[in-house]
């Protein structure tokens, strides 16, 4: 059974760091590209940034360019999302997805607020 299980939002205050994981489990991890989205409340889902199987690639929004990095750990079946000074316009629901069969996870709340 395919799981992609996110974790590691919180409420933090804007400048502060947030780290998000997303555990794979049921899949080859390390075949596929990875990706992370979020969704704003009353707004669409919108790419955030990827990750190519290796790790050495990867690719940003314009939003998080420079205060995020996305990285993965295959031999742990691990994504995760590092972001730094973060904004409250980074206030969304964080989702992890592999783009080649289209999984998803559940979805962790990250709100950035003082």
């Known amino acids: 059974q395919v799981e992609l299980v996110e974790s590691g939002g919180g409420l933090v205050q804007p400048g502060g760091s947030l780290r998000l994981s997303c555990i794979a489990s049921?899949?080859?991890?390390?075949?596929?590209?990875m990706k992370w989205y979020r969704q704003a409340p009353g707004k669409e889902r919108e790419f955030v940034a990827w990750?190519?199987?290796?790790?050495?690639?990867?690719n940003y929004a314009d939003s998080v360019r420079g205060r995020f990095t996305i990285s993965r750990d295959n031999a742990k079946n691990t994504l995760y999302l590092q972001m730094n000074n973060l904004k409250p316009e980074d206030t969304a629901v964080y989702y992890c997805?592999?783009?080649?069969?289209?999984?998803w996870g559940q979805g962790t709340q990250v709100t950035v607020s003082s």
């Open positions: 990750v190519e199987t290796t790790g050495t690639y990867r």
């Open positions: 049921g899949f080859t991890f390390s075949d596929y590209t």
């Open positions: 997805n592999t783009p080649a069969r289209n999984y």
